[in-house]
């Protein structure tokens, strides 16, 4: 049952909606291991993380869910690829509600696109896993797909594997292209665990903007990876975060950009006022403790309410003329 405090905030307003969310949960049914900097990964418990998670939602009756990708890991032996997706995504239909999927690097290791976006629902043509939807008339929330030139996913010989690698021949140096080593400041996202939004998925997002602005809506965008160097570790950022931030910057609809993949997470305010919220992640809590949370909607502003490791943060902006 939703708590009192749920319902009414201290100023004694009701959100409008509410929605959880999740991100890099990376199950896989092996023992405990680390990144590659030391941070320790607990494989086996980040699924009782995704549990506890839905039961939560499901108490506090959110009208959906945003799963910021990574569900599977890497790591997890190919051959179990297949059932441990499905596996994951049935603890996600547990939810009594929509859950809305991100693609990221670890889903694109275990499956390739064809054979992902059916189980994650993703209906889009030709592989794209972009997409967009209004959970009420004042409010659109933007799914970018971070992965759309990369070199993982795709079939070898697909354009946007291509672009992907050739842009990563022009950038990193490197023989191994996960590494930044010689990368210097913000060059060091030039690796081939990240990708890029391409041209048509850029022109898609322009003419949402442009839509979203007439219809006077709020517009919330969300990309496994992060948009901005102030809220993420440069080596996590979105290849050409800044094309998508100078065009979004062209608009005043959209208001706060969340995101997945670096599983520290981070909050920042950039130049035009946009709040950029990075998700801790689910695979990084030691046994017993929790990263999920859900976000109280306002016309004014998007309330983080964290679990645990996931820290509760207040995102204010000026609300749209209209509402
Ligand atoms: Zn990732």
Redesign the pocket.
Known sequence: MASANQLVNAQGKQPLFSFGVIS?V?YADIPDGCSFIGVPRFYRHSILVLQRAVQHWNDYKHKFVLNF??IVDGFCPKDQSLSTVRKVIGEFENFNGTVYHMI???CLYNLPRDKLLPILKISNPDGRAYYDFSPTPEFRFVILDGYDISAIGWPQDHPNALEALKFLQEKNPNSEKNSPVGLVGLERRFLM?NGGVGKEQLEWLDGILQEATKMRQIVVICC??PLDPGASSQE?LLWNYDEVMNLIHGYNCVKVCFS??DHKGGHSIDSHGIHHRVFEAALECPPGTDAFGYVDVYNDRLSLVGTDRMASTDMYFNPQPDL
């Open positions: 890099d990376q990708g990574d990221g690097n670890h665990f496994h990876l996590a997945g993949h």
